[in-house]
């Protein structure tokens, strides 16, 4: 039988899809993952709650519990807190919103790369300014091109992924003044940073602080971000989004998290010390290591090639993030924090392949 495929859009032609290689391996730290579970406690209270869901009746659409737990968290109203499935559908909301057709997105790259391909799927053109090249971003510049360029969307991770590196609150400021649409802050990584974008939020400014659920609360596999913006924006976003999008068991799993803020924190603590420990112990052997004010470390073999190195730690049972054949990270590789053990796993085996002597 001969096919009859339906052309795809003339400007997705050539877009490849983000996609994360997931291959066997017995330390998985390429996927900036929790390396602990939930709290028992929250476990238990979810299958408590589950129990009592009425399934035939559609779930909250406004997912009114969540959000006003988020808020209170976050000391906000409910009417800032927009919530969706993974900080993705946040992001490409945000740009059915504001980008599409015949406008602008601009991103500072190399940075999260989901960003350029949900501005693109959007129909949106995609402007890309370039950082230096210790990854850092030129504020000068990038605020010189905002101003050129007049994008509808401009992009800010901090910490950035996959650099890990945290922008500094006058970069905010600065870009804050000249944007003339929406300054999108994607803050996936900010429990783990020493600063946050959320306290500038504000009526009177387009920002947006975009969060999710899956690092420091451990739970990826719930598929739940959120942002904290002004209610202008949030009610312009509920125009868009599909009916009915969370589901009832994600809003009950989300609300209850927020009942165990004080375990998250302590998870963060382990977790930074773990990655201080893990920089320390990168920074004795033949590599260029970023800073990172994340939950995962940048870094490039000196003597040898990273997609090799990468390859090596995998047939040693450790798998990584391989960055090294991207633009801009030529030679790169990005490991996630562990545990102390499967950290050392991977350091023990990082050693074998690339030596102990740094050069």
């Not at 997705?12 to 994360?20: D, F, K, N, V």
């Not at 945290?166 to 000249?178: D, G, S, Y």
């Not at 450790?318 to 054949?325: A, G, K, Q």
């Not at 991207?326 to 991977?346: A, H, I, N, Q, S």
Request: proline share 6%; with cysteine.
């Amino acid at each position: 039988m001969t096919e009859r495929r339906v052309p795809v859009r003339d400007d997705l032609r050539a877009l490849e899809g983000y996609h994360s290689a997931q291959i066997p391996a017995e330390v998985r730290l390429n996927t900036n993952e929790s390396p602990y579970p939930p709290p028992a406690a929250w476990s238990a209270d979810l299958a408590g709650a589950l129990a009592t869901v009425d399934w035939r009746r559609y779930p909250d659409r406004a997912a009114t519990d969540l959000r006003a737990a988020i808020a209170a968290w976050h000391g906000v109203d409910v009417a800032n807190v927009f919530a969706a499935n993974g900080s993705n559908e946040v992001l490409q909301t945000l740009l059915l919103t504001y980008a599409g057709s015949g406008r602008s997105v601009m991103t500072f790259e190399p940075t999260y790369q989901l960003h350029s391909h949900l501005a693109r799927t959007s129909g949106a053109r995609v402007v890309e300014v370039e950082r230096r090249s210790d990854f850092t971003l030129d504020v000068d510049d990038a605020a010189r091109r905002v101003a050129e360029v007049g994008p509808a969307i401009t992009f800010l991770c901090s910490p950035n992924n996959p650099t890990g590196m945290v922008e500094a609150p006058e970069t905010l400021r600065r870009l804050l003044a000249v944007v003339p649409g929406l300054l999108v802050v994607d803050e996936a990584y900010a429990q783990f940073a020493d600063w946050s974008a959320l306290d500038v939020v504000g009526e009177d400014r387009p920002l947006v602080v975009v969060r999710t659920m899956s690092k420091t609360w451990s739970l990826a596999a719930l598929r739940l971000g959120y942002l904290v913006g002004p209610t202008w924006l949030v009610a312009d976003l509920e125009r868009v989004v599909l009916p009915y999008h969370l589901d009832s068991a994600k809003q009950i799993a989300g609300r209850l998290a927020l009942d165990h803020v004080a375990e998250m924190d302590e998870r963060v603590k382990l977790i930074v010390a773990e990655r201080e420990r893990l920089v320390e112990k990168l920074d004795a052997l033949p590599l260029d290591v970023f800073p990172s004010g994340a939950n995962f470390v940048l870094f490039r073999p000196r003597s040898m090639g990273g997609h090799e190195v990468w390859q090596a730690l995998v047939d040693r049972g450790v798998l990584v993030r391989d960055c090294s054949r991207w633009p801009r990270l030529d030679g790169c590789l990005r490991v996630t924090v562990g545990t102390p053990e499967e950290d050392d796993r991977f350091l023990d085996a990082l050693r074998a392949v690339v030596g102990t002597v740094r050069t």
